[in-house]
């Protein structure tokens, strides 16, 4: 789309700006989530030490990390609270409140 000066050039732009916004108010109130993982560049990676078990990669599949361990935090969004390690599952458990479950809360490794 052109610019072009003159009392009849951006007309059609109220149109646009006000779809443009009505789209980003949908993604907002849809619980649209993103990852964005920079390209992988290991050098920048630090060595996992001392893991009381195994070794997983990391959220974003370049670095590793420490696998989550019995009642260690799992889950979430993207993975972002670790990965149980071998013979463990991440449990969630239903909400208190009554609230559905979604598969972005963190759980517990058992």
Known sequence: MYLVAG???????GHLLVSLLGLLLLLARSGTRALVCLPCDESKCEEPRNCPGSIVQGVCGCCYTCASQRN????????IYGTCDRGLRCVIRPPLNGD???EYEAGVCE
């Open 100 to 102: 559905s479950l979604t």
């Open 7 to 13: 009392d009849r050039g951006l007309a059609g732009c």
């Open 72 to 79: 260690e935090s799992c889950g979430g969004t993207f993975g």
